[in-house]
């Protein structure tokens, strides 16, 4: 089974307006972290936001926040306030205590905002 | 610099070429990696270096050989590659034992096999 699900492989969009990115996980550990991640064209994977699995709050960073429901295995991305500058891939990650250092990535959705 | 350093960022070669990709970080970190992203495919990764010690070896094929002479430089030597090769590889460091331990990823680089 696939660790990580992002089952929108584009979406789209107004600028100035909110947007959800969609991301389920699968693993039987009870620690793990959720990690979400933006790459522009240029290539580079850049750090947005984690989740633990023990957090009893959603995470929040600035225009990000993660949608985390745990019972329903879920860890969605919102971005609020969209800009031109957010137009990219975003992919949400995890990683489980008990595999140590590897982390499972999802297929990525590519996100564009349009002005 | 800061963070995580790749060299070069676009690579052209033969199938018959050996190269080297380079990746530095200044972060201190205890772990790199590197991955591979091609088109379509979620990033698998490749090798794994902790403590400078390779722990994870993904089924990558001999003509990718990973060196790390200390803990804030990661290489892959290339050779003999196949057109499939053709990929954007990134590496990445992370600080094993810490709370949160996400990546810290270089910007990659993009090979194309011809």
């Known amino acids: 089974a696939q660790k990580i699900t992002q089952t929108q492989p584009g979406m789209f969009v107004q600028e100035k307006e909110a947007v959800t990115l969609d991301c389920t996980y699968d693993?039987?550990?009870?620690?793990?972290?959720l990690f979400w991640y933006k790459q522009p064209s240029s290539g580079e994977m850049i750090f947005l936001i984690y989740?633990?699995?023990?957090?009893?709050q959603n995470a929040t960073e600035g225009r990000y926040s993660l949608n985390f429901q745990k019972a329903r295995k879920s860890a969605n991305l919102v971005i609020s306030a969209s800009q031109l500058g957010d137009s990219a891939m975003y992919f949400c990650?995890?990683?489980?205590?008990?595999?140590?250092?590897?982390?499972?990535f999802g297929t990525g959705t590519s996100l564009t905002v349009i002005p | 610099e800061t963070g995580v350093t790749q060299t070069p960022r676009h690579l052209v070669m033969g199938m018959t070429n050996k190269k080297s990709l380079k990746c530095e970080q200044h972060?201190?970190?205890?772990?790199m990696y590197w991955y591979k992203q091609s088109a379509k495919k979620p990033l698998e990764l490749m090798f794994v270096?902790?403590?400078?010690?390779?722990?994870e070896n993904n089924s990558v094929p001999s003509r990718f050989s990973p060196e790390c002479p200390n803990s804030s430089h990661l290489f892959l030597h290339l050779h003999t590659l196949q057109p499939e090769d053709s990929a954007l590889y990134l590496c990445?460091?992370?600080?094993?034992?810490?709370?949160?331990?996400?990546?810290?990823f270089g910007s990659g680089t993009r090979l194309t096999v011809v």
């Open positions: 972060l201190g970190h205890n772990a």
């Open positions: 270096y902790n403590f400078k010690e390779q722990t």
């Open positions: 693993t039987s550990d009870p620690s793990y972290g």
């Open positions: 990445a460091s992370s600080q094993v034992g810490s709370n949160n331990y996400g990546y810290t």
């Open positions: 989740q633990g699995s023990y957090d009893q």
């Open positions: 990650a995890m990683r489980e205590a008990n595999t140590g250092n590897q982390f499972y």
